[in-house]
């Protein structure tokens, strides 16, 4: 390392004439379509652009060097990025940010919420002098003041500090004692103020009216604790640093970050020189050091600019399928959505449009064929739908692409845990449609053969559907199968299981006390389906209950909307835990699900068995909470279908038991634990497991005898 490095190791920009030099190299290298300003803005963060760039040309002019242009696929799409060495203290942390996805309210919820809003991204779009519209690779939003662009950095900063507790070791420690060795990619992203500037009594703006910054694409952690070192913020540094912290006197805030950067840089070697003979490692000169500038990778260039956003989001899409710790489960369903939806557009098999609204960066009403004046309900339904089918698509151009993505194997081997995966992403996109996201695992309820045959819901709106549901099996077991438990989880009145609740006590808001049960959201959706005369009148409750911006109230076992909210403790009296088979009465449903069986690869089509065992229209609920005595024959139709059910569902609990127990050893084993369970478990289990084969040794010998000879 030179001798001027050791004593001044923190870098005050380069000289104006050689930071035009880098910005005139890099705009005119090839891919290269960032603007101008963007370029102008970072440049004062680069150290060294000397080195990154050619001889002089005859003409004067200097290129960049070959090795510095990088192009990244993505399943999005293609992006240039520029690899520089940068100031330790540039980058902003990003509210886009996926890991912190599930903090903010969403564009694509349709009712208003307290939470803060993410703001709306866009291409960033300027006319040129032929009077032509041209994207250029930067992003843009309009901020309704300063104000609120500080609050949302802030924000997503201490959002990340709120997740840091999943990492396995202390990140800011790590950079101090070893550097940062991972580089950051950053994209330019520029922020329009709607607010009233003002002016000075020199006639000049108090303020800027817009603010350039450098977005942490990857690196949004690595970011924020480097910044931490150097005390300085992200929201500084999108928007100015207070003179104070630089020790310069008054109350301003120095905007110009050549000058801030500069200063700061002056103090901090001061600060170094001090230390050499009065040696403080808590001294943030000696923190900072090995950080003093790092790799940065900026994004300068796409084919496809107007996709930047999406290009940019799943440009670590590795990370989205096999997530890092600090992904909470919320945040890594929808970032893995996203990369999905991502595929699908850059193979132009989805618009960008309805891509948009699907990922939550656009309002549902901007989804086309949305009906005029539609009800919050059912704007709602309209997008859920549509992720549904996206996630579990029909279309083989659509299956290919998604596995891909995924990285998972052909249709026909999906695994549970592929499902599930799928599953988790629907519902994690899902509840960006409503103020409070939920547990992503209350979508585990697809059957093995339909999630790998695929979904296709009928395009009856919610409205209808709920209409039909006390005389129609089919709308009413569509919307227990793909709606239930996305409504009731909104409402906290259910939540996946999340393991032993031995001993919890839940008590109802008119103090009764009960012990709470432990239930799968299957067994609840199948509660649900035992109970229609109850079940109908509470999905009502709950779609009125969302248009209305109201908790729901409790019904009665015969259907009576009751005072009072429905909660965990009610729903569990309601519909009781399910602990057997269902009752005859519920044949047309029955039916139903046996053609979902049947439907093989072309996809569940709930449409298909319309009518099947309904009663005729306008006959009243009570009527259809009854159904005529079944015949003999008709018995072994029904038990018929209902053993290969049974069976299904058994080949698939084997499937997932045998995944569970693969991956609870490697995780204990990455534990360090020596046993993933104590004695009691192990031992439960086995009996469990040998109670199982003990009772269906009984049946291959039985079943035999009971088919016709061919």
Not at 95 to 102: A, D, V
Not at 294 to 321: C, K, W, Y
Not at 531 to 550: K, S
Request: proline share 6%.
């Amino acid at each position: 390392m030179p001798d001027a490095a050791l004593t001044n190791p923190f870098h005050a920009p380069a000289p104006q004439d050689w930071q035009e030099k880098w910005i005139d190299a890099v705009v005119s290298a090839p891919g290269v379509n960032v603007p101008r300003d963007a370029l102008e803005n970072i440049a004062p963060f680069i150290v060294r652009p000397k080195d990154a760039l050619t001889d002089a040309e005859p003409d004067g002019r200097r290129r960049l060097k070959a090795n510095r242009l990088r192009t990244v696929h993505t399943e999005a799409g293609e992006m240039v990025v520029l690899v520089v060495r940068m100031n330790g203290v540039g980058g902003v942390v990003w509210e886009h940010n996926e890991r912190i996805s599930s903090a903010w309210h969403s564009a694509a919820d349709p009712a208003a919420a307290g939470r803060r809003s993410l703001t709306r991204v866009l291409p960033w779009t300027r006319t040129t002098e032929d009077g032509r519209e041209k994207v250029f690779a930067a992003l843009e939003s309009r901020v309704e003041s300063l104000g609120r662009l500080l609050g949302n950095v802030e924000q997503a900063a201490a959002e990340l500090d709120n997740r840091d507790g999943h990492r396995t070791y202390n990140l800011g420690e790590d950079l101090v004692l070893n550097g940062q060795h991972e580089p950051c990619m950053l994209v330019a992203h520029h922020f329009r103020l709607d607010e009233e500037i003002g002016e000075g009594p020199d006639g000049k703006p108090l303020r800027p009216a817009s603010y350039w910054g450098w977005m942490a694409v990857r690196g949004n952690n690595r970011t924020r604790r480097r910044q931490e070192i150097f005390d300085i913020s992200s929201a500084e540094v999108l928007t100015g640093v207070p003179f104070k912290k630089l020790g310069v006197e008054g109350d301003g805030v120095a905007v110009n970050s050549g000058y801030w950067l500069r200063t700061l840089a002056e103090r901090l070697n001061t600060e170094c020189a001090a230390l050499r003979s009065k040696p403080d490692p808590n001294a943030r000169a000696h923190r900072a050091r090995l950080i003093a500038d790092v790799e940065a990778h900026l994004v300068v260039g796409s084919p496809t600019p107007m996709r930047l956003f999406r290009i940019v989001q799943v440009s670590n899409r590795r990370d989205h399928v096999h997530p890092p710790l600090e992904f909470t489960p919320n945040d890594q369903g929808r970032a893995l959505g996203r990369s999905v939806l991502g595929a699908y557009v850059a193979q132009g098999v989805l618009d960008e449009a309805t891509a948009d609204v699907l990922s939550g960066a656009a309002p549902i009403t901007e989804l086309p064929g949305v009906p005029e004046n539609a009800s919050i309900s059912t704007l709602r339904d309209l997008r859920s739908m549509r992720l549904l089918r996206e996630f579990f698509p029909v279309d083989p151009r659509k299956r290919e692409i998604i596995r891909r993505a995924l990285s998972e194997g052909p249709p026909s081997q999906l695994t549970s845990r592929e499902a599930n995966r799928r599953a988790r992403a629907w519902s994690a996109l899902t509840s960006e449609s409503y103020p409070e996201p939920w547990n992503p695992r209350i979508a585990e309820v697809f059957p093995l053969s339909q999630a790998r045959a695929g979904f296709s819901p009928s395009e009856r709106l919610v409205d209808e559907l709920l209409a039909d549901a006390d005389h129609d099996p089919v709308a009413f077991d569509e919307l227990v199968m793909f709606r239930a438990a996305h409504w009731l989880a909104a409402y906290d009145v259910i939540d996946a299981d999340r393991g032993s609740l031995q001993g919890q006590k839940t008590v109802d808001e008119d103090g009764t006390e009960a012990e709470r049960v432990r239930r799968t959201v299957k067994n609840n959706l199948n509660a649900l389906r035992n109970n229609p005369a109850a079940a109908v009148p509470l999905l009502r409750e709950l779609a009125l209950a969302m248009d209305e911006g109201r908790t729901p109230r409790k019904v009665s076992l015969l259907g009576d909307v009751l005072d009072g909210t429905a909660s965990r403790a009610w729903f569990n009296r309601t519909f009781p835990k399910e602990t057997g088979t269902r009752p005859y009465t519920r044949r047309g449903i029955e039916r139903a699900q046996a053609v979902v069986q049947d439907t093989g690869g072309t996809g569940v089509t709930l449409d298909a068995f319309a009518g099947s065992g309904s009663n005729p229209a306008g006959a009243d609920t009570a009527s259809t909470a009854q159904a005529p005595d079944e015949t003999d024959a008709q018995a072994v139709e029904r038990l018929v279908r209902e053993l290969a059910t049974q069976i299904n569902a058994m080949v698939d609990g084997a499937t997932e038991i045998g995944e569970v127990l693969t991956e609870l050893r490697k995780r204990a084993d990455s534990a360090g634990m020596e046993y993933a369970l104590n004695r009691q478990q192990a031992d439960e289990a086995v009996l469990g497991l040998t109670k199982t084969l003990s009772e269906l040794r009984k049946w291959p010998e039985v079943v035999p005898g009971m088919g016709r000879p061919s």
